[in-house]
């Protein structure tokens, strides 16, 4: 396991029994954005992104310049440059450095949305592949400890419903997320989470290994 793994795995862990905290980011199309690094309670999203910048900072100073990248375009604090959609996180963070997918050669399943969830944003296009439900099997191997596993919606209009993080435990795989239904952060096995609910399909994708400042 490498060290952003680790601590990933660390970090994911510290928070579990936390409150679910349900539209805890300030701002809309009408209120002027508010940044919140908040670490009291989260939803499935704050989750992920704030294991991910602590497992990325050095010191508690870089915390909320990590959030920002991960949560903002080009880590600029307004409501019009939040990752409004997954699909958009996903994008972004990419193109920073601060993740990579997984399996993406075995992600055959092509989905294109019109994105219109978000009171005051216009619909937007979105394309992307996921791992077919039951091809999940067929990259288990390669899935590791600290991935983030997204949940492709079944709706017309929304392209990712839900996220977590991955925990492998010798040959068990687990899903830690902030689940509204259990509410709070939880740990449960992710083939229960896969019975439980429906999807076009499971995105993955994994921390970059990098320097910590």
């Known amino acids: 396991m490498n060290g952003v793994a680790a601590r990933m795995e660390s970090i994911s862990g510290r928070f579990l029994e936390y409150p679910y905290v349900a539209n805890g980011l300030i701002g809309s199309a009408n209120t002027p954005e508010v940044f919140n690094d908040s670490l009291h309670g989260f939803d499935c999203v704050t989750y992920i ?3 991910m910048a602590l497992a990325y900072s050095g010191n508690a100073g870089n915390f909320s310049s990590i959030l920002k990248k991960l949560r903002y375009e080009d ?3 307004a409501w019009n440059r939040r ?3 997954m699909t958009q996180w996903l994008r972004n963070n990419i193109r920073s450095g601060l993740i990579d997918r997984v399996a993406s050669r075995k992600q055959t399943n092509h989905k294109e949305r019109v994105l219109s ?3 005051g944003l216009p619909p937007r296009r979105a394309r992307f592949s996921c791992i077919p ?6 990259v288990r191997s390669e899935m590791q400890t600290g991935d983030l596993i997204f949940f492709a919606s079944t709706r017309p209009q929304l392209d990712v419903f839900h996220c977590g993080i ?3 435990k010798g040959t068990g795989v687990f899903l830690r997320h902030a689940s509204r239904s259990q509410g709070g952060v939880v740990e449960q096995e992710l083939d229960s989470f896969l019975k439980q609910n429906r999807m076009a399909g499971v995105i993955l994708a994994r921390p970059v290994e990098r320097s910590r400042a």
């Open 49 to 51: 992104e704030s294991v």
């Open 75 to 77: 880590g600029k604090v």
């Open 83 to 85: 990752n409004h959609y």
């Open 117 to 119: 969830v978000v009171p």
């Open 133 to 138: 439900k039951r091809g999940l099997k067929s």
């Open 166 to 168: 991955v925990v492998r």
